[in-house]
C-alpha cells in the first residue's frame, strides 16, 4: 500500500511541476535576490496561490482562456498541448510562482522569457464578428485577456474553496495586477469590480466565441492523458471547474454542471475533499513558498 501511495504522489508532483522525484531546478532559485520581491507573507497574492485551489482555477483559466479566438489560435496553432500537455503546465506554474514568490529580478526574468516564446507566435484567426484578423501572442489586447482571464478563475475558485482572502478580493486583484504589468498588460483592473466589467466587454461586445476548435480543446481539457491513478480526481476537479463558471460563459462551451438523473451533484464538498487529499500529498507549505521564505529571513523581512 505504502508503495502505491508513493507511486500516486510521484505521479501528482509529475504533473503539477515537472519532476517526480526532485525538487524542479527553478525552485531552489526562488531562494536568490537581493530583495523581498513583489509580494510577502500575509499578501492575497501568497493566500490565494498557496492554496489547493490554484489547481481548479487552473482548468477554469484554461476553459475561458479558449471562448477568445485570438487567444485560442495561439494555443491551437503554436502550442505543443496534444504531445506535451504537462510541459506547458509545468511552465505555466513555473512562472506563477516566480512572479508570487520570487524576487523582483526573478520575476521579471520569468515574463521576459515568456515574452520571448511570445514573439514567434504569430497568424490569423476569425474574429466574433466572423472578421479575418492576424495576431501575436504579445499584442496588447490578448495579453489583457488571458491575464483577466487568469486573475477571474484563480479569485473564484478561491472564494468557493479557499480560505478567506487577507484584504479581500479586491486586494488580490490589486497585487496580482502586477504580473499583468510584467507582461506588457495596461492599466490592469484593480479591484473586482472593474475585472468584471472588463472581463463581460468581450462577452457584451460579441468578442467571444465557441467554435469546432474550441471544442476540441475543451474535449482535450475534460480528458487530459493523465496517469490512470489521477484521473478520477481530475474528473471531480473538471467538474469543479465547469460548475464555477458563470453560466452565460458554460454555455458558450457547451458545458453543463455534473448530475445525477434529476439531481445535481455535490461538487463543492467533493472538491474540497479532493483538494485536501492533494494538500496532504504535496504537503501543507509549497516548495516555492519554502525557499521564498528562506530568501527573506536571509534578507531580514522575518524573525
Same mark, same amino acid.
Given at each position: 500500500?505504502?508503495? !502505491?501511495? &508513493?507511486?500516486?504522489q510521484?505521479?501528482?508532483? =509529475?504533473?503539477l $511541476? #515537472?519532476s517526480?522525484d526532485?525538487? *524542479?531546478?527553478?525552485?531552489?532559485r526562488?531562494e ?8 510577502? *507573507?500575509?499578501?492575497?497574492v ?5 492554496s489547493m ?5 487552473g482548468?477554469?483559466a484554461?476553459?475561458?482562456?479558449a471562448?477568445? *479566438? ?5 494555443v491551437?496553432?503554436?502550442s505543443?498541448? +496534444?504531445e506535451?500537455?504537462?510541459g +506547458?503546465?509545468?511552465?505555466?506554474? &513555473?512562472?506563477?510562482?516566480?512572479v508570487s ?9 520569468a515574463?521576459d522569457w515568456v515574452?520571448r516564446?511570445?514573439e %514567434? ?5 476569425v474574429?466574433?464578428?466572423g472578421v ?11 495579453? &489583457?485577456?488571458?491575464?483577466i482571464?487568469? $486573475?477571474d478563475?484563480f ?6 474553496? #479557499?480560505?478567506p482572502?487577507p484584504?479581500g @478580493?479586491?486586494?488580490?486583484? +490589486?497585487e496580482?495586477a =502586477? ?7 495596461d %492599466?490592469?483592473?484593480? %479591484?473586482?469590480?472593474e475585472?468584471r466589467q472588463?472581463?463581460?466587454s468581450w462577452?457584451?461586445d ?6 469546432? +476548435?474550441?471544442?476540441?480543446i475543451v ?8 496517469? @490512470?491513478?489521477?484521473?478520477r480526481g481530475y474528473?471531480?476537479l ?6 464555477s463558471?458563470?453560466p ?8 453543463r $454542471?455534473?448530475?445525477?438523473?434529476p439531481f445535481?451533484?455535490? !461538487? ?9 487529499v492533494v494538500?496532504?500529498a504535496?504537503?501543507? !507549505?509549497?516548495q516555492s513558498? =519554502?525557499?521564498a521564505?528562506?530568501r ?5 523581512f522575518?524573525?
Amino acid at each position: 500500500m505504502r508503495n !502505491v501511495l &508513493r507511486d500516486w504522489q510521484a505521479e501528482l508532483k =509529475q504533473t503539477l $511541476t #515537472g519532476s517526480r522525484d526532485a525538487v *524542479p531546478g527553478w525552485v531552489p532559485r526562488l531562494e536568490e535576490g537581493d530583495d523581498a520581491g513583489y509580494h510577502l *507573507p500575509g499578501s492575497a497574492v501568497w493566500a490565494v496561490h498557496g492554496s489547493m485551489t490554484t489547481i481548479v482555477a487552473g482548468i477554469r483559466a484554461l476553459l475561458m482562456q479558449a471562448l477568445h *479566438p485570438g487567444a485560442l489560435a495561439g494555443v491551437y496553432d503554436h502550442s505543443r498541448f +496534444r504531445e506535451d500537455p504537462l510541459g +506547458r503546465l509545468a511552465g505555466t506554474i &513555473r512562472w506563477i510562482f516566480t512572479v508570487s514568490y520570487g524576487s523582483t529580478d526573478a520575476a521579471h526574468e520569468a515574463s521576459d522569457w515568456v515574452l520571448r516564446l511570445h514573439e %514567434s507566435v504569430r497568424g490569423e484567426y476569425v474574429d466574433g464578428h466572423g472578421v479575418a484578423r492576424s495576431y501575436s501572442a504579445n499584442d496588447p489586447e490578448l495579453l &489583457r485577456w488571458v491575464h483577466i482571464a487568469f $486573475t477571474d478563475a484563480f479569485l473564484s475558485a478561491h472564494k468557493i474553496w #479557499g480560505r478567506p482572502i487577507p484584504g479581500g @478580493p479586491d486586494a488580490y486583484v +490589486r497585487e496580482w495586477a =502586477q504580473a499583468g504589468r510584467l507582461m506588457g498588460v495596461d %492599466s490592469p483592473p484593480l %479591484s473586482e469590480a472593474e475585472m468584471r466589467q472588463q472581463l463581460d466587454s468581450w462577452y457584451d461586445d460579441g468578442d467571444l466565441r465557441s467554435d469546432e +476548435r474550441a471544442a476540441e480543446i475543451v474535449a482535450f481539457i475534460r480528458n487530459p492523458p493523465l496517469h @490512470p491513478s489521477l484521473r478520477r480526481g481530475y474528473r471531480m476537479l473538471f467538474a469543479a471547474a465547469v460548475s464555477s463558471l458563470e453560466p452565460k460563459y458554460r454555455d458558450m462551451l457547451g458545458l453543463r $454542471t455534473p448530475r445525477l438523473g434529476p439531481f445535481p451533484l455535490p !461538487v463543492r464538498l467533493g472538491t474540497k475533499v479532493a483538494l485536501a487529499v492533494v494538500r496532504v500529498a504535496l504537503g501543507r !507549505v509549497g516548495q516555492s513558498e =519554502q525557499a521564498a521564505r528562506r530568501r527573506l529571513r536571509r534578507l531580514g523581512f522575518e524573525a
